[in-house]
């Protein structure tokens, strides 16, 4: 079975400044995809980054950018410039290739920027 | 374009009463997916629709079913409330079941067990 953890519970950061986000999985598979996810005080979900296993360059969305480590397991968000619309729960995703729909969540971090 | 779409948005059941909960899948979109979210924590996924039929289920047990129409809006159902079923719900859809396609998530539906 594959796992997510994110070992952040809660952070926070400046406004127009940086911070990194942590998430670590478990699968003994070679063919997955990795995401994190955005979920505002609104509740609805949405897509923020997303990386294939395969391809050994990170990911970048606008201020948004991966660190992708497959022999580490890891893959941490790093937020670029926060602004006070980055203020949510993050949630780090993990998804097999043949498992359909089945994505894996972590925990969640909580993260708020201050003005 | 319209998005995802959940109803009801909140409701309140007592113990051992049945519920459903609806999910207007994004225009176009023929895989749904259905996740349970307890507070704070992250989504777990129930089940999978695809052409109407369930091709994915997590470990929840056959008291969580589900529907999904021609139309690929879906229901989920759940018999015999537990009060450790209280959680948001979200429905997520997407134009291809599986891998790098993204679920585009509903608002959800936050259901209260007392």
């Known amino acids: 079975a594959q796992t997510v953890t994110q070992s952040q519970p809660e952070m926070s950061v400046q406004e127009a400044e940086t911070v990194t986000l942590s998430c670590t999985y478990d699968?003994?598979?070679?063919?997955?995809?990795l995401f994190w996810y955005k979920q505002p005080p609104s509740r609805q979900m949405i897509l923020v980054i997303r990386?294939?296993?395969?391809?050994?360059q990170n990911a970048t969305e606008n201020r948004f950018s991966v660190n992708f480590q497959k022999a580490a397991k890891s893959f941490s968000l790093k937020i670029s410039d926060s602004q006070l619309g980055d203020t949510a729960m993050y949630f780090c995703a993990f998804i097999l290739n043949n498992a359909g729909n089945m994505l894996t969540f972590g925990g969640g971090t909580r993260l708020m920027v201050k003005p | 374009e319209t998005g995802v779409t959940q109803s009801p948005t909140h409701l309140i059941k007592t113990r051992g009463q049945q519920v459903t909960l609806r999910c207007s899948s994004q225009s176009g979109h023929n895989t749904v997916s259905w996740y349970q979210q307890a507070l704070g924590q992250g989504p777990q996924f129930i089940f999978q629709y695809y052409r109407e039929e369930e091709n994915g289920r997590g470990n929840f047990p056959p008291r969580f079913s589900g529907l999904q129409f021609p139309n690929y809006s879906s229901e989920l159902n759940v018999n015999a409330l537990e009060l450790d079923d209280s959680a948001l719900y979200l429905c997520?859809?997407?134009?291809?079941?599986?891998?790098?396609?993204?679920?585009?998530f509903g608002p959800g539906t936050r259901l209260t067990v007392l």
């Open positions: 699968t003994s598979e070679n063919n997955y995809y």
């Open positions: 997520a859809s997407s134009l291809v079941a599986g891998g790098p396609w993204e679920q585009f």
């Open positions: 990386q294939e296993a395969y391809k050994q």
